[in-house]
């Protein structure tokens, strides 16, 4: 089963509008991290973001934000005023519970072309 | 450099051949991880590392796929007996600890494979 889904396979955005990035996930632990991570063309991943089953808040970090809602199991990555260099793959990633060992799960992905 | 590093950063080989795939991780990191990213199956999990043992190795996808970590540094990742279907980027990633404590992974950028 698909434990990290992102429905949207690309978006298209105007430079300096937001834009919002799709995740749902599937798990059955209390304790997880939710994480999105950014990769260019050039190949690198890039971490964004990080949000924590049990934290409250939704994390924010500059231009992003992670609208986390729990009891619907989505983990949405929000880019504020989009840039030209936003332009790549975003992948959102789940680290489940306890003794995982830390390893992510990572959806498959959603390609943004910011439109200037 | 203070990243994760990984060599080469592309390897062509033919079709039964061995490959030895290495990364260098951040000093000091304890935790190192093995992904794969592939066209058909996005990015997979393939071992992890705390220290010099390896807790979990499911994702290693067939007994081909073998992975040591020595001096809780360095790491290879070796494919034995190539397939087509093991062209993929090979990822690598360490954080400062493992398990189930919240650290960023920090990714190298990658190792291009392709077996002909």
């Known amino acids: 089963a698909q434990k990290i889904t992102q429905t949207q396979p690309g978006m298209f955005v105007q430079e300096k509008e937001a834009v919002t990035l799709d995740c749902t996930y599937d798990?059955?632990?209390?304790?997880?991290?939710l994480f999105w991570y950014k990769q260019p063309s050039s190949g690198e991943m890039i971490f964004l973001i990080y949000?924590?089953?049990?934290?409250?808040q939704n994390a924010t970090e500059g231009r992003y934000s992670l609208n986390f809602q729990k009891a619907r199991k989505s983990a949405n990555l929000v880019i504020s005023a989009s840039q030209l260099g936003d332009s790549a793959m975003y992948f959102c990633?789940?680290?489940?519970?306890?003794?995982?060992?830390?390893?992510?799960?990572f959806g498959q992905g959603t390609e943004l072309s910011v439109k200037p | 450099g203070a990243g994760v590093s990984q060599s080469p950063s592309n390897k062509v080989t033919e079709k039964g051949k061995d490959v030895e795939l290495r990364c260098d991780p951040i000093?000091?990191?304890?935790?190192l991880y093995w992904y794969r990213q592939s066209l058909g199956q996005g990015l997979e999990f393939l071992i992890y590392?705390?220290?010099?043992?390896?807790?979990?190795k499911s994702g290693l996808p067939s007994d081909r796929f073998s992975a040591e970590r020595t001096g809780g540094s360095v790491s290879t990742l070796t494919i034995q007996r190539t397939q087509q279907e093991d062209s993929a980027v090979y990822l690598c990633?360490?954080?400062?600890?493992?398990?189930?404590?919240?650290?960023?992974?920090?990714f190298g950028p990658g190792t291009r494979l392709t077996v002909l």
């Open positions: 000093s000091g990191h304890t935790a």
């Open positions: 949000q924590g089953s049990y934290d409250e």
């Open positions: 590392f705390q220290g010099n043992s390896a807790p979990d």
């Open positions: 798990t059955s632990d209390q304790s997880y991290g």
């Open positions: 990633a789940m680290r489940e519970g306890y003794n995982q060992g830390g390893k992510l799960i």
């Open positions: 990633a360490s954080s400062l600890l493992g398990g189930d404590s919240y650290n960023e992974q920090f």
